[in-house]
């Protein structure tokens, strides 16, 4: 398992990055529980080349950095947003990926599905295997399961980068090689 990286929260320098082609996969603790990390990177991997897989034991830093525009919603939505984070997360495995491919972040978001599962098409991963609802978490004060969470857009994936895999990692942008299909000469194999 991985440390958290250097720079979390930082905004890389992404002036040579097209940020569209690429997306930053955070596979939640339910999901990992429920032992369905396999399924969810295959659908995924239907839509994007899955470039890197990783373990993380994620920080507080990371989570909040992560979730900094759910962190002021704590009187809004009446939870401590802060305490779960903590509590679905702190001293919990995640399961971290970086997917390529055209508008990643926008086809893999589409492919997640509505952040309350219960709205959630089973054409969509939080429709097929997420089992909590938005009410249900609500009634009993928490945030709500839903198994994944993947950059919102292209602008958010500099930063979602750089929390989960840091400076150090940028080894990884790297568009990848075309699967080669062998060929056969006439009259020999290959």
């Known amino acids: 398992m991985n440390a958290h990286p250097a720079g979390v929260g930082a905004t890389l320098d992404a002036a040579d990055q097209r940020w569209g082609d690429w997306t930053v996969v955070l596979l939640k603790p339910d999901c990992l529980r429920r032992h369905l990390v396999a ?25 909040f950095v992560h979730y900094d525009d759910m962190l002021p919603l704590s009187e809004e ?3 401590d947003v802060p305490a779960e984070l903590r509590r679905i997360f702190v001293g919990n495995t ?5 997917g ?22 089973t054409t969509t991963i939080r429709g097929r295997y997420a089992e909590d609802t ?43 090689a075309p699967a080669t299909i062998p060929t056969t000469r006439a009259g020999g194999s290959s």
């Open 39 to 63: 399924p969810v990177l295959f659908w995924i991997g239907q839509v994007v080349d899955l470039v890197d897989v990783r373990q993380v034991q994620p920080t507080e830093e990371q989570i």
């Open 77 to 79: 939505i009446g939870r």
């Open 94 to 98: 995640v399961t971290v990926a970086l």
């Open 100 to 121: 390529h491919g055209p508008d990643a972040a926008a086809r893999v978001r589409a492919l997640v599905g509505p952040t309350d599962p219960a709205a959630a098409p």
């Open 134 to 176: 938005l009410a249900r978490a609500t009634a009993e004060g928490r945030l709500v399961d839903n198994l994944i969470h993947t950059s919102d857009n292209p602008a958010a994936v500099p930063r979602d980068f750089a929390t989960w895999y840091g400076p150090a990692n940028t080894h990884l942008l790297r568009r990848p």
